[in-house]
Every structure is written in C-alpha cells, then in structure tokens.
C-alpha cells in the first residue's frame, strides 16, 4: 500500500496474500533465533507509518503481542540465551526463559519470550481502508485489464483515469502483467515464485493462551476461544482451495504443541508472493518511471511494505537510488 500522492487504488479485495495472512510483526526468525533481514529498518519504519495509518482511519492498527517460542531441549534453551545476548536481538529476545504454567500447553522446556511483536488484523484494516478511500472518491474495486492501459514515457492512461505513474502492487496476481517481464517459476528461471500458505481456524476453550504460541506452527489468538493456526508452504502452488491435507499436516503439528481439545471451524488460503534470492522486487522494469512494481514481499511483507514502499516512492518522485539488493531491476532481462 502506497498512500503518499496516491491518486487511485484499484484492487480486489477479497483476493490476495493480505487478508490471509497471520498479521504478525515478527522482528526474528525464530527457527534460527536470529534477526530477521534488515529487521531494525523495517520495525522501526512499520511503526511509524502504521501510527501514521491509525491517525487518518481513526482506528488502531498494530497492538503489542508476546510471542512465546517453545524450547524442545535443553540444547534450545542455551542457544536461545546465547542469542537473546547478541547485538541485534538483545533489542527483540528476552534472556529470561519463561516457566509454561499452562496445563494446556506442551512446553516442559520452557518458553522464549519474543518483545516488540505486533499484530495487525489485516482484512479489517484492508476494509477498513478501502472505506477510507471510497469516501475520498480514490478506490475502484475492479479486475485491472492490461489491455486498457496506455503508457507513454511521461504519462499513463486507464480508461478515463490520467496519471504520471501506476504502480503495481498484485502480488501474485503479477504473473498475469504482461509488463512483468521476469520469469515466473514454475516455467523459465523461477525468479518469482508463489507459495501457498493455508492457515486453519481452530475453537479451543480450554487453551487460554494471550501470547503467540510458536512451535513447529504459530497460533495466533484472534479472541472468543478462536486461534489461527499454520500456515503451511506450498512452493509453485498458485491454488487458492482450501485443501484437507494442509488442515491435517497443521493439526498434527498443533496436537504436538497442545494438550487441550479443539475444533476446526474454518480455513483460510493465500499465495505468498516470493522470490529466488528471497528480497522484495522494487522499481521500474524499463527506462521509463511511468510503470514501476512493488512486489515479492515474501513471508514477511507486513513489516517491510512500509520501508520498501518509501524507496520506491524516493526513487520515483526524488530520484534516488533503490538499494541494489531490492531493485528489480537485477532481473531485468
Ligand atoms: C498464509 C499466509 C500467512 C502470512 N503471514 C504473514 C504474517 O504473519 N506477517 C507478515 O508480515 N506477512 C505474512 N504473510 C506474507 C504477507 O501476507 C505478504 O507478504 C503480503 O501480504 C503481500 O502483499 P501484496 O500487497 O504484495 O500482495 P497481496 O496481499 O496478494 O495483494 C495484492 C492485491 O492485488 C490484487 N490484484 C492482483 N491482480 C489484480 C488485478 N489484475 N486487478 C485487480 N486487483 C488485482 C489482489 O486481489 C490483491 O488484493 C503471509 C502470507 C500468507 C499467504
């Protein structure tokens, strides 16, 4: 989402990586317990434009979180008080190993406590914002049809709507831009790969957990006795069903983490939108700035939307430079 000059939103909502996803701000991976990439710029730049967002929708959008890992061995235990003593994660890990009080939880080794987590509940705020912009006249929920756009080298034209610039932020919806010129796995060089994530619902009254569970799955407290759990990785699945063998890998890998009963009540699907070299693809493809993308957000595109939409947005209006690592361009054919 790119709101600075914005002109136009034109989108389907009910599509897409978004509204699927956990809407967690994890700042670690905590497979490894390490950093994740480039993880204090994007943190710190998430949080100021999601304050920023929450003034002008009149409504909050990230809450802080814990997210409690479950050690599995002693071994994890003193490799994560290893970790929570280095440079960059001392800021996010805390080094006291937390005692599991909860009958219902699995964690006889005890718990990592992650700080500076948030939350966001992404398809309320894509609603939400959506509202925002109708009332502003600036959102259109529609299919974009490539075959309308005019380009030239100063200016663009779709149906009646004039513009210096578009910019497309599909997802992976891109693979249908003929202006994407990029190979798309599962043909060519698969640079830009989908993978499917699906999360299951699950009710589970005796859980009573507030933190963020991290095991070999996450269950994310939504409230009412409701936790979204998951998700899975389907690498070059461009599927949107929601399939039974994904909700019997994550129960099975939830029975694992919890004692208590539960019951599947729903089940959500979306493609993640991610790359070979696993850095997002931000710029412009060609010589002219008239057609510029913001894409392959990967895993963790809710933390580093904010950063990354700001390089492309200081490239397109200031002329500076995008970071190597994250311009599109190193694929440019
Ligand atoms: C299951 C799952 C869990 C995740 N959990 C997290 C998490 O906890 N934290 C995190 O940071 N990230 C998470 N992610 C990753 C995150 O969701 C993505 O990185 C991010 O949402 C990608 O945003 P995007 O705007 O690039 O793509 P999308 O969210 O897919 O948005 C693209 C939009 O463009 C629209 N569109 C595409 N083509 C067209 C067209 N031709 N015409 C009109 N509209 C079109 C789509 O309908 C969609 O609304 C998760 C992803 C998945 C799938």
């Known amino acids: 989402m790119i709101t600075a000059n914005l002109s136009w939103l034109l989108t389907v909502l009910n599509k897409g990586a978004t509204k699927a996803s956990g809407g967690v701000l994890n ?15 994007f943190v710190l730049k998430a949080a100021t434009f999601y304050e920023s967002l929450a003034r002008d929708i009149g409504q909050q959008v990230l809450s802080g979180v ?16 290893v970790a929570s003593d280095k440079e960059i994660l001392s800021r996010f890990l805390s080094p006291k190993i937390v005692k599991n009080n909860n009958t219902a939880i699995s964690a006889p080794f005890g718990l990592g406590a992650v700080t500076q987590a948030s939350i966001m509940r992404p ?11 109708k009332k502003q006249d600036q959102f259109i929920e529609a299919q974009f049809d490539y075959q309308e756009l005019i380009i030239t080298k100063t200016a ?20 249908h831009n003929p202006y994407f010129t990029i190979d798309v796995s599962p043909h060519g060089k698969k640079v830009f790969v989908g993978n499917k994530g699906e999360y299951i619902i699950i009710k589970a009254p ?6 963020i569970l991290k095991g070999p799955v996450m269950v994310i407290p939504l409230g009412d006795d409701l936790y979204k759990v998951g998700a899975s990785y389907g690498r070059d699945d461009y599927s949107t069903n929601a399939t039974l063998g994904a909700c019997e890998e994550i129960s099975a890998k939830l029975s ?10 729903d089940q959500v699907t979306g493609i993640r939108p991610t790359v070979k070299d696993r850095k997002p693809l931000v710029g412009c493809l060609h010589s002219t700035k008239s057609v510029s993308f913001l894409n392959g957000l990967g895993t963790r595109g809710l933390t580093m939307a904010p950063s990354l939409a700001g390089h492309l947005y200081d490239y397109l209006e200031n002329d500076v430079q995008i970071p190597e690592l994250i311009d599109i361009k190193r694929f440019a054919l």
């Open 27 to 41: 700042p670690t991976v905590l497979k490894r317990f390490t950093p994740a990439w480039n993880t204090v710029e």
């Open 66 to 81: 814990a997210i409690h890992r479950i050690l599995a061995s002693v071994e994890e235990q003193n490799n994560w008080m």
């Open 123 to 133: 398809y309320n705020l894509l609603k939400t914002y959506q509202d925002f912009l």
């Open 156 to 175: 663009v034209q779709y149906k009646d709507i004039k513009a210096t610039k578009i910019v497309f932020a599909e997802g992976s919806g891109v693979v």
């Open 206 to 211: 005796e859980l009573q957990s507030e933190a």
């Open 256 to 265: 694992k983490m919890i004692s208590c009963d539960f019951s599947v009540v």
